[in-house]
């Protein structure tokens, strides 16, 4: 029996959480990278998932949503299909956000207006 890769494990599902969560799942990226993690008062190794999209407005970087997720292993199904939920959500609601001040609404931020 060989040994398992658990980075392949955690990317297989992430892709596949995607897959199913995005309208359109091809305009988003992500990476997957491990690392001591605090959370709730814990100290241990998790995960960063972090999923970029192109940004709305011509010429400006994509934007990037970073989750982190506390365990030695890889995840249950659930904890990483609800993190790459929560980041898809905050992404769709960064790029609404932001396509709104790109179009004369308001100055973009930095601006001399």
Not at 16 to 22: Q, T, V, Y
Not at 59 to 87: F, M
Request: aromatic share 4%.
């Amino acid at each position: 029996m060989s040994p398992v890769d658990l980075a392949v494990e955690i990317r297989t599902q992430v892709a596949e959480a995607i897959e199913s969560l995005a309208l359109d799942p091809e305009t988003y990226g992500y990476s997957i990278s491990w690392s001591p993690i605090q959370q709730g008062g814990q100290t241990g190794i998790g995960w960063l998932i972090l999923i970029t999209c192109r940004s709305p407005l011509l010429g400006q970087p994509p934007l990037g949503e970073l989750s982190t997720l506390l365990s030695p292993s890889v995840p249950s199904k659930s904890d990483i299909r609800g993190a790459v939920n929560t980041a898809l959500t905050n992404l769709r609601n960064h790029s609404a956000k932001i396509t709104k001040l790109g179009n004369g609404h308001a100055p973009l931020p930095g601006k001399v207006v």
